[in-house]
């Protein structure tokens, strides 16, 4: 049995207890104790969820590669565009992984379609009994992405608060439109922080008092940092390497970039873990916006929070404390868990920490990193669109811009893969602005952008303004405690 030690120290746990766990009680992020090799001469005959399956059964111990077939099909199956899941397409001299066709058209569907049936598999595992309920606040797109992987999934429930005034129209539309007999949606009188800070509560709250567990529910949470959300993102590094090797455009063994556009390092961790995993990643491309914590970080190995935060274009990557880091942290440090534990201490009590030396020289060798402003990736934006016809996302520009100043300052000759993680109808708004329009807010500027460029509207995103409304509740910031126990009870 292979297991998965907490990066802070002391706790250790199977796949299926970390998945259900999410932190580990130490306070540190559950990370493979090994990583297995894969061959990828055996994945080439698979398919998109075949490839998935073979990822996602090596690297999570305890789960059958029958049972993850399963879970893979049930959870992806009719809810993607197609079944390829996430497409290849070749863009001027590189290539754009297209991780935007899943139910809410943007990267986080990858994870959260199989989030709920690999906690619902790990709950069976364990043998416990409890219905699994995720309690969510959230500023707009990940809500929305584990709504619909929650939606009617056996044995789970769903209960999602977002900021009243806090989330745009279309986002507020697509969470109150949400279907599914074990959904609830609930806006909440105040700030993203307010909602945040009403969530901890109620897990604090339940910690103390154990009212959960007397409804025979186990709380539970979403979040990026849980095991069950980063292996799922593995997948498409293969997927996306055996796709150059279909297509001609590299042969087996050869190295290749990805260019990842990044807020809390999930997304660019797993494509770390695909390398440990046998993948022959080249260098791996951390693009930031001007929140550009990250960029400063692997260029000096200082990481340094104390500055101002910037609210961009690209909201998903708007983050001055990449969670995630924690876990690339630990495995080059030698898998010191003190060590992490004290980074972490100075980084919440300081704001500042400074990576050891080798921590560094790995960062060298295996990263590179730059930062777009909003202006750098509407430019992108327009460039892309004027030149290669292909419509970017204002996350996937920023991606862009930084794939440029790659080729330009540091570029090693190979195949680049740049990730692509939410359909430019998303940010419509924001995308048609860069194309040089002035456009109307919501809805019309979904058509507004369809007109002006022709690019196919996502179903899901066309289909909500004609859904009815279901959820209207909303309440205080200090009722959110109550709502959850009435909701559970
Ligand atoms: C969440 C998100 C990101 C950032 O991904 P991380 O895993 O947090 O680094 C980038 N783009 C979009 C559209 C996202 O939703």
């Known amino acids: 049995m292979k297991f998965y030690q907490s990066t802070r120290g002391g706790a250790r746990a199977t796949a299926p207890e970390a998945i259900l766990q999410g932190i580990a009680p130490d306070g540190g992020l559950f990370t493979p104790e090994a990583f297995p090799r894969l061959d990828i001469e055996k994945m080439l005959p698979l398919d998109a969820m075949g490839i998935s399956t073979a990822v996602l059964s090596a690297l999570l111990d305890g789960f059958s590669e029958a049972e993850m077939a399963r879970i893979v099909r049930e959870g992806y199956a009719g809810k993607f565009e197609s079944d390829e899941l996430t497409p290849l397409v070749k863009v001027g001299g590189a290539h754009i992984l297209e991780l935007f066709h899943g139910p809410t058209s943007a990267f986080k569907d990858v994870a959260l379609s199989l989030l709920p049936r690999l906690m619902t598999a790990s709950r069976d595992k364990v043998g416990a009994k409890e219905e699994i309920a995720v309690l969510t606040a959230t500023s707009g797109d990940t809500g929305k992405a584990a709504l619909e992987g929650f939606c009617d999934v056996p044995g789970t429930r769903i209960v999602v608060f977002y900021p009243e005034d806090g989330v745009s129209d279309v986002q507020k539309a697509q969470m109150r439109t949400q279907r599914g007999q074990n959904v609830r949606v609930c806006a909440v009188r105040g700030n993203f922080d307010d909602a945040q800070t009403g969530v901890k509560t109620v897990f604090a709250d339940d910690r103390k008092n154990g009212w959960a567990a007397q409804a025979n529910t186990r709380l539970s949470s979403a979040n990026s940092i849980n095991l069950g959300r980063l292996a799922p993102q593995v997948a498409y590094y293969f997927k996306a390497y055996i796709d150059l090797l279909r297509a001609g455009e590299i042969a087996m063994g050869d190295e290749v970039n990805f260019v990842v556009p990044t807020g809390n390092f999930g997304n660019i961790l797993a494509g770390d873990f695909a390398r440990r995993m046998g993948l022959p990643v080249a260098k791996l491309i951390c693009a930031s916006n001007e929140n550009n914590v990250l960029t400063d970080f692997i260029r000096t190995g200082v990481y340094d929070r104390r500055r101002a935060f910037h609210k961009t274009a690209s909201p998903s990557m708007d983050i001055l404390v990449s969670s995630n880091l924690e876990r690339y942290l630990y495995l080059e440090s030698g898998r010191d868990a003190s060590l992490v534990a004290s980074l972490m201490a100075e980084l919440s009590e300081k704001g500042v920490y400074t990576a050891p030396g080798n921590v560094r020289a790995a960062l060298d060798a295996r990263f590179w990193a730059g930062c777009a402003n909003d202006a750098a990736a509407f430019a992108a934006i327009k460039r892309v669109w004027e030149e290669q016809g292909y419509l970017l996302d204002t996350h996937t ?44 807010g919501g809805f019309a500027a979904l058509d507004e952008l369809h007109a002006r460029t022709g690019v196919p509207v996502p179903k899901n995103l066309a289909a909500i303004r004609d859904l009815p409304v279901l959820h209207t509740d909303a309440v205080e910031k200090g009722d959110i405690l109550a709502y959850v126990k009435e909701t559970i009870r």
């Open 397 to 440: 520009a920023v991606a862009w811009a930084v794939y440029e100043q790659f080729r330009a300052g540091a570029d090693n000759g190979k195949k680049t893969v740049v990730l692509a993680t939410a359909s430019p109808y998303k940010f419509a708004a924001s995308v048609l602005t860069a194309l040089g329009e002035n456009p109307a």
